[in-house]
């Protein structure tokens, strides 16, 4: 039989899995009697858990959250992930980077042995995207009030500091719907609708200092894309709508495929043998995809469409300007 420390846990993990428990169903869980489980109801209430009975033919139990922080029950896997999460948040940029630092620690100082080594294992870094300006900390507070704005529904507004010449005012103060706040690459956007320009804006979160008090409350509208990820990822690439590049084009690499895959980025590669491969990729401008396939350092036949062809054309010309110095 189970000692009544295991069967405290294995009660508690129960009720951490799912918002009702019918007592009868607890009971049979465990193989202990409809008694047992009352009394280590009891018992979990005396440790600070906030166990609401529930009424109903069969009776039941429910895991509240409590107005103080409880002993934490965890398996294995949700180990694994909460130490993913917190090692990540180091490097968000959100200003918690040291409270998440000692999180992580006090996690890993309570583990068993078998899982400590394991989660040991989990040591990684954060690649910044390339040519990407450096972490910004966003304030915790300021996390909090845009989070609030976006949960409460409510008018924002506040100052934004853009980049002006020196000595410009300052522009007047926004007012967004606040949507969504997305985290990308070390930085804080904030997804909203501007009332003044009656369009969708990101905003850049550390250049935000909002003001009070806070405006009406509002209907949130559907965002373009249908995420605020897909919406801002869109941005990123120079859409104004889909997630995708706006310039696409297929090209014939003199390059195994091997050797393309590992800088093939969102791109897509095909096998041709003989030491070819087709690869399509996109970018923001033809231009821009037309010198991006260069870094492959081989021969490119173009297979479509015709855009690239011309974009390859003028980037000759642009090349040959500059290495035979008639740039004006």
């Given at each position: 039989?189970?000692?009544?420390?295991?069967?405290?846990?294995?009660?508690?993990?129960?009720?951490?899995?799912?918002?009702?428990?019918?007592?009868?169903?607890?009971?049979?869980?465990?193989?202990?009697?409809?008694?047992?489980?009352?009394?280590?109801?009891?018992?979990?209430?005396?440790?600070?858990?906030?166990?609401?009975?529930?009424?109903?033919?069969?009776?039941?139990?429910?895991?509240?959250?409590?107005?103080?922080?409880?002993?934490?029950?965890?398996?294995?896997?949700?180990?694994?992930?909460?130490?993913?999460?917190?090692?990540?948040?180091?490097?968000?940029?959100?200003?918690?980077?040291?409270?998440?630092?000692?999180?992580?620690?006090?996690?890993?100082?309570?583990?068993?042995?078998?899982?400590?080594?394991?989660?040991?294992?989990?040591?990684?870094?954060?690649?910044?995207?390339?040519?990407?300006?450096?972490?910004?900390?966003?304030?915790?507070?300021?996390?909090?009030?845009?989070?609030?704005?976006?949960?409460?529904?409510?008018?924002?507004?506040?100052?934004?500091?853009?980049?002006?010449?020196?000595?410009?005012?300052?522009?007047?103060?926004?007012?967004?719907?606040?949507?969504?706040?997305?985290?990308?690459?070390?930085?804080?956007?904030?997804?909203?609708?501007?009332?003044?320009?009656?369009?969708?804006?990101?905003?850049?979160?550390?250049?935000?200092?909002?003001?009070?008090?806070?405006?009406?409350?509002?209907?949130?509208?559907?965002?373009?894309?249908?995420?605020?990820?897909?919406?801002?990822?869109?941005?990123?690439?120079?859409?104004?709508?889909?997630?995708?590049?706006?310039?696409?084009?297929?090209?014939?690499?003199?390059?195994?495929?091997?050797a393309v895959l590992p800088f093939a980025g969102d791109g897509t590669v095909e096998d041709l043998?003989?030491?070819?491969?087709?690869?399509?990729?996109?970018?923001?401008?033809?231009?821009?995809?037309?010198?991006?396939?260069?870094?492959?350092?081989?021969?490119?036949?173009?297979?479509?469409?015709?855009?690239?062809?011309?974009?390859?054309?003028?980037?000759?010309?642009?090349?040959?300007?500059?290495?035979?110095?008639?740039?004006?």
């Amino acid at each position: 039989m189970a000692t009544t420390t295991s069967r405290l846990l294995n009660l508690l993990s129960l009720l951490q899995t799912r918002r009702d428990w019918p007592g009868n169903v607890l009971a049979e869980r465990l193989n202990i009697s409809h008694r047992t489980v009352r009394r280590d109801i009891d018992r979990l209430r005396e440790m600070g858990y906030r166990i609401r009975t529930t009424m109903g033919p069969d009776g039941g139990y429910r895991l509240d959250a409590g107005t103080e922080l409880p002993p934490l029950l965890f398996d294995d896997d949700q180990v694994i992930a909460l130490t993913v999460a917190l090692q990540t948040a180091t490097t968000t940029g959100a200003g918690i980077e040291e409270a998440a630092l000692r999180a992580l620690t006090t996690v890993r100082q309570v583990l068993p042995a078998r899982l400590r080594r394991q989660v040991a294992q989990l040591a990684f870094e954060t690649v910044p995207r390339p040519g990407a300006g450096p972490d910004v900390s966003l304030s915790p507070r300021l996390l909090l009030a845009l989070s609030s704005a976006v949960r409460a529904c409510e008018v924002l507004r506040f100052d934004y500091a853009s980049h002006r010449p020196p000595g410009q005012e300052p522009g007047p103060t926004r007012r967004v719907e606040p949507h969504h706040l997305v985290t990308s690459h070390g930085r804080w956007y904030l997804v909203a609708w501007d009332l003044d320009h009656d369009d969708w804006r990101i905003f850049r979160a550390d250049r935000i200092s909002p003001r009070t008090p806070a405006g009406p409350r509002f209907v949130p509208r559907d965002i373009p894309g249908g995420s605020a990820r897909d919406f801002v990822s869109a941005r990123f690439k120079g859409s104004g709508q889909a997630n995708a590049w706006p310039c696409v084009g297929t090209v014939v690499l003199q390059r195994p495929a091997a050797a393309v895959l590992p800088f093939a980025g969102d791109g897509t590669v095909e096998d041709l043998g003989h030491q070819q491969c087709r690869y399509t990729a996109g970018s923001w401008s033809w231009i821009a995809l037309a010198a991006s396939l260069n870094r492959f350092d081989t021969a490119v036949a173009v297979v479509g469409p015709p855009q690239l062809t011309e974009a390859f054309a003028r980037l000759a010309a642009r090349n040959a300007a500059t290495a035979y110095g008639q740039l004006s």
